[in-house]
């Protein structure tokens, strides 16, 4: 028999917390995606003013700026 200690436990799980994270941004109408970027795309980002140069190595900037030119190029539809 479950205590309400061991619910509490599996609703903390990792597991059930990726499957909140996926059912959230599934109601929002986003998907996660990993994608691999080459260096060259990274500094398109830095020429086009989207990224600072000091970030081309941080992958927090990086999104961010992947972010902005996504919004830029085909509208911010949020």
Request: proline share 3%; hydrophobic share 40%.
């Amino acid at each position: 028999m479950k205590t309400e200690d061991s619910d509490i436990q599996a609703l903390h799980s990792p597991a059930a917390v990726r499957m909140r994270r996926h059912r959230e941004r599934q109601r929002k109408g986003l998907r996660c995606l990993s994608i691999e970027i080459r260096d060259t795309e990274i500094e398109a980002l830095v020429r086009n003013g989207l990224l600072a140069s000091e970030m081309r190595n941080s992958p927090l900037g990086v999104i961010d700026a992947l972010y902005a030119f996504l919004d830029r190029t085909f509208g911010a539809a949020r």
